[in-house]
């Protein structure tokens, strides 16, 4: 398994974003070591699986089909237009993860917000939440 199926899998799980700063502390290791794993596609050994297991308290071992809606589809797509545009701008790659990643989370609040106004029930429990955190 390499790292960016084992950051789905524990985000899926713990239902939230895993950021490469978190991987980063779970794993001991630098941020930007973190984008070369991503980025290389490096398959993890055992002990950085169980390293990732314990600090995130998930079981990696565990199938799980990951089904997104059209709309996390579509924010994977403009994060990623996001991206190239700022690579345009000659940052660095830590730079480019935390603006990608503060771009994601703000657009999931709208569509979250969004949805509860229109009376969903589940994303106004889950904007409570986050409100509330």
Do not use: H
């Not at 199926?5 to 290791?29: D, H, R, V």
């Not at 991206?83 to 989370?105: H, P, R, V, Y």
């Not at 979250?112 to 986050?130: E, H, P, S, T, V």
């Amino acid at each position: 398994m390499n790292l960016e199926t084992a950051q789905y899998k524990i985000a899926y799980t713990k239902n939230k974003l895993i950021s490469k700063s978190e991987l980063a502390k779970a794993m001991g290791f630098c941020r930007e070591y973190i984008g070369q794993l991503i980025k290389n596609k490096k398959e993890l050994t055992e002990n950085k699986i169980k390293k990732l297991e314990e600090y995130f308290e998930v079981d990696l071992s565990k199938e799980i089909t990951i089904e997104f809606t059209p709309e996390e589809k579509e924010l994977e797509e403009q994060a990623n237009k996001l991206i190239q545009k700022l690579k345009q701008w000659e940052l660095s790659e830590s730079e480019l993860d935390i603006l990608a990643d503060a771009f994601i989370e703000e657009k999931k609040k709208t569509m979250l917000a969004l949805r509860a106004i229109m009376g969903d029930k589940k994303a106004w429990l889950k904007l409570k939440k986050l409100i509330e955190d």
